[in-house]
């Protein structure tokens, strides 16, 4: 069993998030990459344009909230949901909240 520190990880990210990922690790075709994002009060990632991934993208939101664009529906998440990505779908993520939005993500594909 391999046990991370997230604070021994190395940051990426903008003045918008921050991300740290925790194990990537290709399977044959297939890969898995798994991490903490933070997206800060009040604002949008990315910061231009949308997010689209080569992978399907799961989330579980562990603190304050986010909306989600996907096209043109809004989705609001907060603590404790769970969001499924499909891999193509173009998305932005907002964070119209006070406070900090945190997750943890896995990208399968």
């Known amino acids: ?3 991370l ?3 021994d990880l190395q940051e990426e990210g903008n003045e918008s998030y921050s991300m740290k990922t925790a194990f990537q ?3 044959g075709d297939s890969s898995v990459k798994v991490g903490r994002v933070v997206i800060r009060a009040g604002e949008t990632v990315p910061l231009t344009g949308v997010s689209k991934h080569r992978e399907n993208e799961y ?3 562990l603190k304050g909230s986010l909306v989600t664009e ?3 529906e809004k989705i609001r998440v907060t603590a404790g949901d769970a ?3 499909p ?3 173009e998305h932005v993520a907002t964070n119209d909240g006070e406070e900090d939005c945190e997750l943890v993500f896995v990208l399968v594909g």
């Open 1 to 3: 069993m391999d046990v």
């Open 25 to 27: 690790e290709a399977v």
């Open 59 to 61: 989330s579980i939101i």
């Open 5 to 7: 520190k997230l604070a």
């Open 70 to 72: 996907i096209g043109d």
């Open 87 to 89: 891999k193509g779908e």
């Open 83 to 85: 969001t499924f990505i």
